[in-house]
T-cell receptor, first 109, second 115 residues
Framework: QKEVEQNSGPLSVPEGAIASLNCTYS??????FFWYRQYSGKSPELIMS????GDKEDGRFTAQLNKASQYVSLLIRDSQPSDSATYLC?????????FGTGTSLTVIP | SAVISQKPSRDICQRGTSLTIQCQVD?????MFWYRQQPGQSLTLIAT?????????ESGFVIDKFPISRPNLTFSTLTVSNMSPEDSSIYLC????????????FGQGTRLTVV
């Protein structure tokens, strides 16, 4: 079992819609959770971090964490073509970062 | 967040040669890591660069192939030795400062092609 699992996609949404990205993790002791955005040919860019159960909102992005279900999600509201990228879920267990394989998102104008 | 400068940004190298990649951070950080990302794949941790001591390598990666230095809290190098075409990949430096938070930030990456 992988430490962090994501649907690889591709996920396509029309411009203005909500994009929903999901991630599960295996280590119950994980404390820190992150979403990175990676444009093709570029390095990952941190867009959200979440540390406690519930929702955390930052602009059009909302991260959701449910530690009981070992589940992290990212919602992107009012999706824009510039949001088209691969989104990596990452978990810090305290000893190491683990990254998911990423979900490719395409926002269709 | 820390500003990370990684160079070279890209290189094309002959098989059998070695390339050293540099990672410079604008502030002292506790943790520095080296990752590899092959086309269409996620990140694979190569090693944790330890300041003043030998790096900690992940399974499948060895010091002879990927020697790492970290002479201080702001700088590290990764060398890819005796390269083969299978080493063609993007190599990424990442830093984490445990004194501030547990977020990790990445350098711009080095795109390596071995011919």
């Amino acid at each position: 079992q992988k430490e962090v699992e994501q649907n690889s996609g591709p996920l396509s949404v029309p411009e203005g819609a909500i994009a929903s990205l999901n991630c599960t993790y295996s280590d119950r002791g994980s404390q820190s959770f992150f979403w990175y955005r990676q444009y093709s040919g570029k390095s990952p860019e941190l867009i959200m971090s979440i540390y406690s159960n519930g929702d955390k909102e930052d602009g059009r992005f909302t991260a959701q964490l449910n530690k009981a279900s070992q589940y992290v999600s990212l919602l992107i509201r009012d999706s824009q073509p510039s949001d088209s990228a691969t989104y990596l879920c990452a978990v810090n267990t305290g000893n190491q970062f683990y990254f998911g394989t990423g979900t490719s998102l395409t926002v269709i104008p | 967040s820390a500003v990370i400068s990684q160079k070279p940004s890209r290189d094309i190298c002959q098989r059998g040669t070695s390339l050293t990649i540099q990672c410079q951070v604008d502030s002292q950080v506790t943790m520095m890591f080296w990752y590899r990302q092959q086309p269409g794949q996620s990140l694979t941790l190569i090693a944790t660069a330890n300041q003043g001591s030998e790096a900690t390598y992940e399974s499948g990666f060895v010091i002879d192939k990927f020697p790492i230095s970290r002479p201080n809290l702001t700088f590290s190098t990764l060398t890819v030795s005796n390269m083969s075409p299978e080493d063609s990949s993007i190599y990424l430096c990442s830093v984490e400062d445990l004194r501030r938070n547990t977020e990790a930030f990445f350098g711009q990456g080095t795109r390596l092609t071995v011919v």
